[in-house]
């Protein structure tokens, strides 16, 4: 079955240094992979996706995400945060057979000044 | 250009009544799909349209959900005798088409409070 584990409820870091929200992903067959980003009382907003190519996916407001088969991750990057980069972050899989998406239950980054 | 909107924003409602919630795609998007976001948790994935057509309704809670999908646009998703567990904001979103791993554009959502 697919599926989308984001396992930290929320990552705390200061503005100024790096960030890194982790994904990790099961899927059978290769997988379609996403970050969207829920900024407070704002609908989901598309960042990066990773379909084929390079592992190293570039996106929106600076954001990039690691593609690791091996590891079946897709942890999502940042080299300086903002504080308005404050937000809850979802990744998600694509089941590529049957259009489904399947989403991770989210983390919260809290970007401190 | 309009994004993808929803209506109503927010819905209360007894538990026993039925619901319709509505969602605009953006113009041109063959694709739409509908999520559910409770309390603290991920999106649950509900169902999606290719067209009119839905190919897989097994994410649908239960025989009380039901979507439908006209002229290739607008959807509703109808939940019938709401139940307190109901109570979520229901996303819906859009793409180009579903066969092509693109990006969902998300609508704002309803809150949907099931008293």
């Known amino acids: 079955a697919q599926s989308v584990a984001q396992p930290e409820d929320q990552v705390n870091v200061a503005e100024g240094n790096p960030l890194t929200v982790k994904c990790t992903y099961s899927?059978?067959?290769?997988?379609?992979l996403f970050w969207y980003v829920q900024y407070p009382n704002r609908g989901l907003q598309f960042l990066l996706k990773y379909i084929t190519g390079d592992n190293l996916v570039k996106g929106s407001y600076g954001f990039e995400a690691e593609f690791n088969k091996s590891q079946t991750s897709f942890h999502l990057k940042k080299p300086s945060a903002l504080v308005s980069d404050s937000a809850l972050y979802f990744c998600?899989?694509?089941?590529?057979?049957?259009?489904?998406?399947?989403f991770g239950s989210g983390t919260k980054l809290n970007v401190k000044p | 250009g309009a994004g993808v909107s929803q209506s109503p924003s927010n819905k209360v409602t007894e538990k026993g009544k039925d619901v319709e919630l509505r969602c605009d795609p953006i113009?041109?998007?063959?694709?739409l799909y509908w999520y559910r976001q409770s309390l603290g948790q991920g999106l649950e994935f509900l169902i999606y349209f290719q067209g009119n057509s839905a190919p897989d309704k097994s994410g649908l809670p239960s025989d009380r959900f039901s979507a439908e999908r006209t002229g290739g646009s607008v959807s509703t998703l109808t939940i019938q005798r709401t139940q307190q567990e109901d109570s979520a904001v229901y996303l819906c979103?859009?793409?180009?088409?579903?066969?092509?791993?693109?990006?969902?554009?998300f609508g704002p959502g309803t809150r949907l409070t099931v008293t």
């Open positions: 113009s041109g998007h063959t694709a």
């Open positions: 979103a859009s793409s180009l088409e579903a066969s092509n791993p693109r990006e969902q554009y």
């Open positions: 998600a899989v694509r089941d590529v057979d049957f259009n489904k998406f399947y």
């Open positions: 899927v059978s067959g290769n997988p379609y």
